[in-house]
């Protein structure tokens, strides 16, 4: 190190000869995660190649972690070669404080959700199947509705999450071979979703499909592309789900009577809050973080995922994924 501004003193709390004339490698701040940050950005410098900015964890003197950003840069002398190396660290500590507290409070408040929506859930299906004694049609038909809704409350909570970890690369995907017609066994609360609603629900699986991926995450996106189709079809209408085999992939579709979605939004509506206020539309589609997380999941297990649909005529969204 031949030089150190005084910013860097004043934030570590090394005083100039504790910094200057040392290896960059014995700096006392440094940990070894941003030693490695610091000599791969030197690396790349050096090879020529777009060198992006590095978060990385510090010590100050008084033993505070503190965060930096680091980029380097290399100093070259009139015929090319490099002569020095330069460090830009600055300081986002108090972002990364926030973050991490933006973190926290999300998660504190996913589990806060979801552990009273199992009460919901398991108490209301208790009553569905008779075991608290007999129900009248009309109760029937509320606690149905309230079973849904429940679940996809359930469900929004865990799109929360799962955005999150996909976008980050953190999430898990565990790859088996499983039979269609099980996981389908999985979906019933959607039937209880579309009675509660007066629309007709139908599954068409092809018999005997066995599919290759990750069962739960599979699951979710149809549970989402369901709960959202049942949603926006009006009372008496239908929605469909048809499960079959192609050449080289599974394809699965999700067919609505609704009233479909205007042509210029629909490559729109997998974006994260994506809303449409369209004059031409009764009800307004607000796609929160559902579609989101289905096409973000999709492409993560190697699939691709789409929508057709006609004004007046209903949608179509379907997914595949390899065999």
Not at 108 to 125: C, Q, R, S, W, Y
Not at 197 to 222: A, H, M, S, W, Y
Not at 228 to 251: C, F, M, Q, W
Request: aromatic content about 6%.
């Amino acid at each position: 190190i031949i030089a150190s501004n005084d910013r860097l003193q004043d934030w570590m709390g090394y005083k100039t000869n504790e910094i200057v004339g040392k290896n960059i490698m014995l700096l006392p701040f440094l940990t070894d995660e941003s030693k490695a940050a610091i000599m791969k950005s030197f690396s790349e410098k050096l090879l020529d190649q777009e060198s992006p900015a590095y978060d990385v964890e510090l010590v100050n003197k008084k033993g505070q972690r503190k965060y930096g950003q680091v980029v380097a840069a290399s100093v070259k002398d009139e015929k090319g070669k490099v002569i020095r190396n330069l460090t830009m660290i600055s300081d986002v500590t108090e972002k990364r404080n926030l973050e991490n507290l933006r973190e926290d409070l999300r998660h504190m408040i996913v589990h806060d959700l979801k552990n009273p929506l199992v009460g919901i859930t398991n108490t209301a299906e208790l009553f569905l199947d008779n075991l608290l004694g007999p129900i009248t049609d009309k109760q029937r038909e509320n606690l149905q509705s309230m079973l849904g809704s429940s679940k996809k409350l359930s469900n929004l909570i865990m799109d929360i999450l799962q955005v999150k970890s996909i976008e980050e690369q953190k999430m898990k995907i565990n790859k088996r071979e499983f039979q269609a017609e099980e996981m389908l066994k999985n979906l019933a609360w959607l039937n209880n979703l579309a009675l509660g609603k007066k629309t007709r629900f139908e599954t068409q699986c092809q018999p005997g499909l066995t599919i290759n991926g990750d069962p739960d995450i599979i699951t979710r996106v149809i549970e989402n592309l369901a709960s959202n189709a049942i949603k926006h079809t009006p009372r008496e209408g239908s929605v469909a789900l048809n499960i079959k085999e192609e050449k080289d992939s599974i394809l699965f579709e999700v067919a609505d009577t609704g009233e479909g979605i205007p042509r210029e939004y629909q490559e729109k509506i997998f974006d994260k809050f994506f809303k449409v206020k369209d004059q031409s539309m009764k009800t307004q589609l607000d796609t929160g973080l559902g579609l989101a997380f289905c096409k973000l999941a999709v492409e993560t297990m190697g699939g691709q995922i789409g929508v057709e649909s006609e004004m007046g005529k209903g949608s179509r969204f379907y997914f595949t994924l390899p065999k």
